[in-house]
């Protein structure tokens, strides 16, 4: 930016200024919505394997989103500082500190789907024991027990 300031070519600088800002933009929307995509995933589980969705669960989106951006901005200014270099010609942290992020949640949206298709995996074999239980107190039983578990899983 040095050489174009120098130059005084206040077309270059006004491009590099719009490609830099679209590109952090692109980092913060991108880390954003791969947060609220990781919500969706676990509201889904959640409500799949029949536990109870609190508004506790949904605050953890902003509060991560929070701490992301925590990271992110003072990442921030050390790619304005490098702004003004030459060879450093997209802001470099931003784009791995947002990636980063995105990872994270992509792996966490993938915990997700593995949960929720092992928990789905259990109800047709549940089914089958309890339609298959001679005395409705074998029935009942077996629903106690998942109702235990249930209940052990959301304590």
């Known amino acids: 930016m040095f050489d174009l300031i120098i130059a005084q070519e206040w077309d270059g600088i006004q491009l590099r200024l719009i490609i830099w800002a679209t590109v952090i933009f692109i980092a913060w929307i991108g880390m954003a919505v791969a947060c609220f995509v990781d919500m969706l995933s676990g509201v889904s589980t959640a409500r799949a394997i029949g536990e109870r969705v609190h508004s506790h669960r949904l605050r953890e989106t902003f509060q991560k989103i929070k701490d992301y951006a925590g990271v992110m901005f003072p990442f921030m200014f050390i790619d304005i500082i490098g702004s003004l270099f030459t060879f450093y010609f997209l802001p470099f942290f931003q784009i791995v500190v947002s990636t980063g992020a995105i ?41 106690e027990t998942i109702q235990n578990l249930s209940h052990k899983k959301q304590e």
């Open 103 to 143: 990872i994270i949640e992509g792996w966490s949206v993938l915990e997700n789907k593995k949960r929720k298709k092992s928990h789905a995996a259990l109800i047709p074999e549940l089914a089958k024991e309890i339609i298959q239980c001679a005395r409705e107190k074998d029935a009942e039983a077996i629903i």
